[in-house]
């Protein structure tokens, strides 16, 4: 059973990075087959993908994030991480690491998200 | 900027049946977007229930269904149960980008 967990501030200054990682455990990131996602959720509101990264590196970042979006990841720790630079209040949001399975094309496994607010 | 467009809320009485829906900007709903569903249950993360069209998760109860419907993907939920009460959420794939829908609150009532 994959399991997901999310580790980070709660709590950043506008301007700064925001920096979360995901810890996988139940399966291993290295051995491939999967992207492995970063997802949030503004309060009360939707989910708003945000990219994703392959073992190998490759990314995909959503359009409208690209430019302040960095996903990486460490397969020796088994963790793959978000940084989002020069947030806002408008960056308050549940953020959610998920695996996507594109051979079935389908994200299945999600963390429990974690509540990041931006505020001074 | 594509947008995903669901129902903003259905109700449903317990033990019917309701179809919920998930339309491109870009068109008709097709296999090749792969479109997804979810459940988010209130202070919950999103659990997966459809995934590629109409595949079930080993954990997806039988009472879910997806398809195409009239150019949109749906999530057919039969036999309601009071539990179903929750925001769902589709996800399409756009190429190697991903939209989620705006979700629809379903209320069992």
């Known amino acids: 059973q994959v399991q997901l967990q999310e580790s980070g501030p709660g709590l950043v200054k506008p301007s700064q990075t925001l920096s979360l990682t995901c810890t996988v455990s139940g399966g291993s990131i290295s051995s491939g087959g999967y992207y492995w996602s970063w997802i949030r959720q503004h309060p009360g509101k939707g989910l708003e993908w945000i990219g994703y990264?392959?073992?190998?590196?490759?990314?995909y970042y959503n359009p409208s994030l690209k430019s302040r979006v960095t996903i990486s990841v460490d397969t020796s720790k088994n963790q793959f991480s978000l940084k989002l630079s020069s947030v806002t209040a408008a960056d308050t949001a549940i953020y959610y690491c998920?695996?996507?399975?594109?051979?079935?094309?389908?994200?299945?496994?999600w963390g429990q998200g974690t509540l990041v607010t931006v505020s001074s | 900027q594509t947008v995903v467009t669901q129902e903003p809320s259905l109700t449903v009485s317990p033990g019917g049946t309701v179809t919920l829906t998930c339309a491109s900007s870009t068109g008709a709903v097709t296999s090749g977007y792969y479109p997804n569903w979810f459940q988010q249950k209130p202070g919950q993360a999103p659990r997966a229930l459809i995934y590629s069209t109409s595949n079930k998760h080993s954990w997806t109860p039988a009472r879910f269904s997806g398809s195409l419907l009239g150019g949109k993907a749906a999530l057919t939920l039969s036999g309601v149960q009071p539990e179903d009460e929750a925001e769902y959420y589709c996800l399409l794939y756009y190429g190697g980008a991903v939209v989620f829908g705006g979700g629809t609150k379903l209320t069992v009532l």
């Open positions: 990264i392959y073992y190998s590196g490759s990314t």
């Open positions: 998920a695996r996507d399975s594109p051979a079935v094309a389908g994200v299945d496994y």
